[in-house]
């Protein structure tokens, strides 16, 4: 596939080394420019881009940057894209997001919201950088850690899940974008590594 990844922090940075690996043509982009990638891109064979570029080719797109930035990307590049959000709203971080802040809201409705017409679909937030690098394990495998998949677009959903078995994760459908508060930080199912039954049961668990 062609993917475009925007952030090059520990869940952006993993996911171009992993997805490189797996023989995906890859352009990763930052809010400091292309040049600030040069490394990443040497190591990796990514291209270093711009945000609009790894964009415009792209077809999915994987934003891993600080939630406050999201209001700042080009929200009508967006349009008609497949979007995985792998972010989280730390207020400490983030600073006071009032809808979040009371959880009327998931963080990835409120990413939709913003790149009105993109198809989001909610992964990766879960699980630690490390584990996302070094823990996949090929289908079948006991305990093979699971990832929540959230979203509204079924086809979207599917793509993602593929790409999720693919980097050596059992996808668990975790139903809705309204629903993906149910991954969100402070969850049972966050940075637990649990497998696909034990994601369910988490899931279902989940408190607002």
Not at 56 to 69: D, H, R, S
Not at 144 to 164: Q, S, T, Y
């Amino acid at each position: 596939m062609e993917i475009g990844i925007i952030g090059s922090g520990h869940i952006g940075g993993t996911l171009t080394r992993r997805l490189r690996s797996l023989g995906h043509d890859v352009a990763v982009a930052n809010s400091r420019g292309p040049q600030s990638l040069t490394d990443l891109a040497a190591e990796t064979g990514a291209r270093a881009v711009s945000v609009e570029e790894a964009v415009q080719g792209a077809e999915l797109v994987v934003i891993a940057i600080p939630l406050k930035a999201v209001p700042q990307l080009p929200a009508a590049l967006f349009d008609g894209k497949l979007v995985v959000d792998a972010d989280n709203y730390y207020p400490q971080r983030d600073g006071d997001i009032p809808e979040l802040l009371d959880r009327s809201l998931s963080s990835s409705r409120w990413t939709a919201d913003h790149l009105k017409g993109a198809r989001v679909v909610k992964v990766f937030n879960n699980i630690q950088a490390a584990h996302l690098m070094d823990e996949g394990k090929p289908a079948g495998t006991a305990g093979r850690i699971a990832l929540p998949v959230a979203g509204d677009d079924a086809d979207a959903k599917r793509i993602v899940m593929e790409l999720v078995d693919e980097l050596g994760f059992d996808p668990v459908d975790a139903g809705t974008l309204d629903e993906s508060w149910r991954q969100q930080p402070d969850t049972p199912v966050y940075g637990t590594d649990r497998d696909a039954d034990g994601v369910r049961e988490g899931l279902a668990a989940a408190r607002p």
